[in-house]
């Protein structure tokens, strides 16, 4: 790696999502003019979110807490699981405020060129919890919030032929995500309606 500042922390930079060479160019720049207060706070909370945050032990989201502030909240209805690829997705349908259920985040979606299989997801955590919950907590339904691409329609029916032999009623968000698209940047309205239009990926 570089010596020069602005290239070490240029390329440290554009190894972050959707942040290309020229962004992380531009990022370190404006990073070199700012502030030294503004820089100490910077650095103390890029520091600190490894040590402060973990996976919640129910629902696998990032959590600085043991169980994350959904899985406790008494108000959620347990039985019903969005699960969803990423921690940003849960947040993008946190935001449309149209699902009061609990979440399962995968961390990922079935890639098998990239060497991506159901052992590098939380499925095992998913199957876990519809193993130990029971009576008023028992999952009745499941739905999958995956990207509509091709990983997140091959990840959503792995999921349903898995989890459609244990009795469990399995779910796909409807289309009104654009095909190829991205649920963390999808606006609250058309969320809220793929939610609510989602369809049986069980038998028929």
């Known amino acids: 790696m570089s010596a020069d500042p602005i290239a070490r922390l240029a390329a440290l930079l554009a190894r972050l999502p959707s942040i290309g ?12 003019t700012c502030e030294p207060d503004y820089l100490a706070a910077l650095s103390t909370a890029v520091s600190g979110i490894g040590r402060s945050m973990h996976e919640c032990s129910a629902c696998r ?16 209805d347990p039985s019903i699981v969005c699960v969803v690829a990423h ?19 995968l961390h990922g979606l079935l890639d ?13 955590a998913l199957l876990e919890r519809l193993r130990v919950l029971d009576g008023a907590d028992a999952i009745a339904e499941v739905i999958v919030a995956t990207n509509p691409s091709v990983s997140g329609d091959a990840t959503a029916m792995y ?13 796909r968000i409807a289309s009104g995500v654009a095909v190829g698209g991205e649920l963390e940047y999808a606006d609250p309205n ?9 369809r049986s990926m069980g038998r028929p």
């Open 21 to 32: 060479e020229k962004s992380a160019q531009r990022l370190a720049f404006h990073l070199a």
């Open 61 to 76: 989201d990032i959590s600085p807490d043991k169980v994350c502030s959904i899985c406790s909240d008494a108000r959620r």
């Open 87 to 105: 921690p940003q997705d849960r947040a993008a349908i946190e935001r449309a405020s149209a699902f009061r259920g609990t979440y399962h985040v």
């Open 112 to 124: 098998p060129l990239a060497g991506v299989g159901p052992a590098q997801l939380r499925i095992a």
């Open 159 to 171: 999921l349903a032929r898995l989890l459609d032999p244990l009795g469990v009623l399995v779910t």
């Open 190 to 198: 058309t969320l809220t309606r793929a939610l609510a239009d989602r």
